[in-house]
């Protein structure tokens, strides 16, 4: 487990596998009547109170100051809540497969945004990397979703929305993380403060009783549970190990996932035009990796 702990590659297998299983969750939910809000404040609320639970127990701090209220509300809105609505909405009408390739954009807006606020320096490779991950990302888009049931505009510009959510969390992390804090830290006051934004929403959305659907898959909201709270306890590690775009390369793995139980357990197909642009995004990310690399040396 130190091994893990302190391995980038490791770290990236790990959180990209239990990201890629909140995908079909979020399916067979949504296929259960559960609102979006309300599922994405049971991953928040759930891997919060979990973490925080296992921080305390094993004699861990958690102060709270300006600084911290102010990263714990941001990151909230930017990494969890927002992104989370998107895709728990898009996800019935996009399928998981496609969803999942949302994620796969995001290390190229974490790079170019990386590169407008100087955080890296451009050069020619890393920059014709992110005009061809762009075009594959532009023809996924075209696609509109499952062969068979292509998605109305506005679900695919909401599924756009993700990644550029993500990327500015995932470079907004990096240039605010809180002195003196701990990975676990700050992802149990980070997800608290999403869920109680997520709370709102539901409230707001639903109603009633927004909760009740819940009552009708009890062992998917155990699952979840258990898997946000280990993905977001390693994707916090992962920031500090890997930094911001590499950090952001999980969504290739969690694409991977996703497309496999949408294809082989959910029934889903895609046309050839979305392979074609899936893998002009990996070819993309491969040149920017390169480009970084390159840079290091």
């Known amino acids: 487990m130190k091994a893990l702990w302190n391995s980038a590659l490791g770290l990236l297998l790990v959180n990209g596998t239990l990201l890629g299983l909140t995908l079909p969750f979020g399916k067979m939910a949504a296929a259960a009547g559960v609102p979006p809000a309300v599922w994405a404040f049971v991953i928040s609320c759930g891997a919060g109170a979990v973490l925080l639970s296992a921080l305390l127990m094993n004699g861990g701090g958690f102060r709270l100051d300006r600084h911290r209220l102010r990263y714990f509300t941001i990151v909230a809105a930017v990494s969890y809540a927002v992104p989370n609505l998107l ?10 497969g496609f969803s999942g390739i949302m994620f796969t954009i995001s290390p190229l807006f974490t790079l170019a945004f990386s590169l407008m606020l ?4 451009p050069n020619l490779l890393g920059t014709a990397g992110i005009g061809v991950g762009f075009l594959g990302a532009l023809l ?3 696609t509109r979703g499952e062969a068979s049931q292509p998605a109305e505009p506005i ?11 993500l990327a ?3 470079v907004y992390r990096t240039l605010d993380w809180p002195e003196g804090s701990g990975p676990i830290q700050l992802a149990a006051g980070s997800h608290l403060s ?3 934004m997520l709370l709102v929403a539901a409230m707001a959305g639903t109603g009633g009783a927004p909760f009740a659907p819940l009552a009708q898959v009890p062992w998917l909201v155990v699952a979840q549970v ?9 994707f916090f590690r992962l920031q500090a190990v890997g930094g911001p775009v590499y950090l952001s390369q999980i969504g290739y793995v969690a694409a991977a996932i996703g497309l496999v139980s949408g294809m082989f357990f959910l029934g889903e197909s895609y046309r050839p035009e979305t392979w074609l642009g899936a893998v002009l ?12 690399l390159r840079q290091a040396a």
Do not use: E, K
């Open 168 to 170: 500015i969390g995932n």
């Open 118 to 121: 100087r955080l890296q320096r």
């Open 281 to 292: 995004i990996s070819i993309g990310l491969v040149m920017t990796t390169r480009a970084q």
């Open 155 to 165: 679900w695919v510009a909401a599924g756009l929305l993700i990644p550029v959510s």
């Open 226 to 234: 258990i898997v946000s709270s280990a993905m977001f306890a390693v």
């Open 87 to 96: 895709l728990f909405a898009a996800i019935p009408h996009l399928g998981v």
């Open 140 to 142: 996924v888009a075209l």
């Open 194 to 196: 999403a869920a109680v």
